[in-house]
């Protein structure tokens, strides 16, 4: 592919002998990807400036760097204002712009993510639509795995990723976009046919100064990216401000909520406890009824939202809900795992937040007669805030062990203390067994017949990490294993 081809519809200058005709074999961003005829980018970062690496690239073969000022270097270079930007639009023209030859869908939004952005590949696929799906559990299409990192991948990766599942078949792809790819333009010049909004609660404060800035960030996917369509759950204050927003913005809004004036709404819904809801709803001035095979209410405003955006991917609303019906569940959410005959309930979520693990909770709560133990830990060299939050979060529940969750750099004894700190005069119930195996341990051997057991935080992660170590650690493997030895 020639610069010209490349550079489309980006605003740039030549230096050093760079021309139109020049020949690019591919676009990196990292110099240790480099090859004989990529155009190299150099992206500057909060840790690392791309320009630096800029003679190793040049070593390594590069046809061009692609850079912000003009370097002191005898290779071809291209002038832009913003590499970041420039480096998203490269990679969609060197990539065949997939967007647009597909259906792509961006959730974003604090939780439900990953729900809804499976729910609606499941709802595509039964309507024989072939979806892939790009998120944190995986990136996929079908059976086929794609190599993971991040919840969104890096913009040139990303438009790779398209590539490929375009390529492979895809009509349609569903793709978590997180509040760090927003801020770095990961998802910059790709076409979405809809993008959601799920809600908006106290998360990575490590990386958001605070909650307008948070929100702001959440917002540029509806405000300032190509979108068709903007679906937003809308019983909640971020949600309803940002509708408000886009309306006066002259922009067309699809309402999810509890109000009957929404495009899709809930009638009402009934639990059937961690075996899922019975629902009835409406989707566009259709009446719909569905069992929802996912326990709890944030389930069911997950499948709503689901729900709408399927409908606006041309999915008749009938027959998406009546697909749900049949939906497996997500790996590490709300996971039941089996405990034979012993008459109690052994969970697995990834609830990391106070919101999330408060509904997780509530949602077990729901699901039995009995008591509810929740295991939990907080992350180290993350928001330290957040911790005596989940510890009130956490003292809902009978039982309370709180553990380690990648404690990372810090003590995992001081992460632990700042926990317990928020639970206050509810601390009684309440103790702390840093070794996450003899936490679930203990809480396993607690249960009686009837009762649950929540393992939340690290969801369908299989890893720890502590003291610049990473071990294999998988919950719901640990719990089976606790559970067999238990016999």
């Known amino acids: 592919m020639t610069l010209e ?12 002998g760079a021309t139109d005709i020049l020949s690019v074999t591919d676009v990196v961003y990292d110099s240790r990807r480099v090859s004989s005829g990529s155009l190299f980018v150099c992206v500057p970062g909060a840790a690392h400036d791309g320009h630096t690496f800029a003679p190793d690239a040049m070593q390594k073969g590069a046809a061009a760097l692609l850079v912000e000022r003009e370097l002191d270097l005898m290779i071809p270079q291209i002038i832009v204002q913003d ?32 729900t809804i952005t499976m729910l609606v590949e499941h709802m595509l696929r039964t309507s024989s ?64 046919a809809v993008a959601a909004f799920t809600n908006l609660s106290r998360e990575h404060m490590d990386l958001h100064p605070n909650m307008e800035h948070y929100f702001a960030t959440k917002s540029r996917l509806f405000l300032e990216e190509d979108v068709a369509s903007r679906v937003v759950w809308t019983s909640s204050t971020w949600g309803s401000r940002l509708a408000r927003m886009l309306h006066e913005a002259g922009l067309e809004v699809v309402e999810v909520s509890y109000d009957s004036c929404a495009d899709v709404h809930l009638v009402n819904c009934k639990s059937r406890g961690l075996c899922g809801s019975l629902v009835h709803a409406t989707a566009f001035g259709q009446s719909l009824r569905f069992e929802l095979p996912l326990p709890g209410t944030f389930n069911v405003e997950n ?68 008591r509810v133990a929740a295991v939990f830990g907080c992350g180290g060299d993350r928001d330290q805030g957040k911790r005596p939050m989940m510890g009130k979060a956490a003292a809902q529940a009978d039982l309370v062990v709180v553990t ?26 309440a103790h702390v067994q840093l070794d996450r195996r003899k936490a679930i341990r203990e809480a396993l051997a607690w249960a009686q017949p009837g009762d649950v057991v929540l393992i939340a935080g690290k969801g369908h992660e299989s890893t720890q990490t502590a003291k610049g170590e990473t071990i294999h650690f998988d919950d719901r493997k640990v719990v089976a294993e606790e559970l067999l030895a238990m016999e």
């Open 404 to 429: 380690s969750d990648n404690p990372r750099s810090e003590d995992p004894a001081n992460i632990a203390a700042q926990t317990v700190a928020g639970m206050g005069s509810d601390a009684p119930h």
């Open 83 to 114: 590499a970041r930007d420039a480096l998203a639009l490269a990679s969609a023209n060197f990539f065949g712009n997939a967007s647009h030859r597909m259906q792509v869908v961006g959730v974003t939004g604090t939780a439900g993510k990953t």
């Open 5 to 16: 081809e490349v550079l489309r519809d980006i605003p740039h200058s030549y230096a050093r």
């Open 303 to 370: 499948a709503l939202i689901a729900l709408a955006i399927a409908c606006k991917l041309g999915l008749d609303p009938m027959s998406a809900a009546a697909s749900l019906e049949s939906f497996p569940g997500v790996p590490g959410r709300m996971e039941r795992i089996d405990t034979g005959d012993r008459g109690f309930w052994a969970v697995v979520d990834f609830a990391h937040t106070p919101d999330e693990l408060s509904c997780a909770i509530q949602a077990a709560k729901e699901g039995t007669t009995g």
């Open 129 to 192: 639509k072939a979806c892939g799906i790009i998120g944190t559990v995986s990136n996929r299409i079908g059976d086929h795995v794609f190599e993971h990192k991040y919840t969104t991948p890096e913009s040139r990766d990303l438009q790779e990723l398209l590539g490929c599942m375009a390529d492979m078949g895809a009509q349609a792809v569903s793709m978590e976009v997180s509040s760090h790819a927003l801020l770095t333009h990961r998802c910059a010049h790709t076409h979405f």
